[in-house]
């Protein structure tokens, strides 16, 4: 994700204030990947937290977009300590497309180990 900020910070204007830690889990959830949204959203419910205060607008950015449940989670977060309106900007939809690649010689799909 460290990469993914990095080039948000080329691309957003520098009248936006990027903070890169105003959100911070505190809650880590075993086997999440392989949850449904209702058990994702129930299992992320309070694992989230800030120590700002949000005037405003907030643009949320997250690295994968699957569910909704995590970004749901977090624009909770954000509302509750005075966000006026959280929208999301994911970078994909599923995290495969970071950890593949393809062989030259039959192009069949390979897992990065």
Do not use: H
Not at 25 to 44: F, H, L, W
Not at 52 to 75: F, H, M
């Amino acid at each position: 994700f460290e990469k993914l900020m990095e080039a948000a910070k080329r691309l957003i204007p520098s009248s936006v204030a990027l903070v890169p830690d105003g959100l911070t889990c505190v809650k880590g959830v075993e086997g999440y990947k392989s949850m449904g949204y209702t058990e994702r959203q129930a299992a992320v419910r309070k694992a989230y937290k800030t120590d700002y205060s949000w005037p405003g607008k907030v643009v949320l950015l997250d690295d994968v977009y699957t569910t909704g449940a995590t970004s749901e989670a977090c624009a909770n977060v954000l509302l509750a300590d005075g966000a006026t309106d959280v929208r999301t900007v994911a970078f994909g939809v599923t995290q495969k497309a970071f950890g593949r690649k393809y062989c030259p010689a039959c192009s069949r799909s390979m897992k990065v180990r």
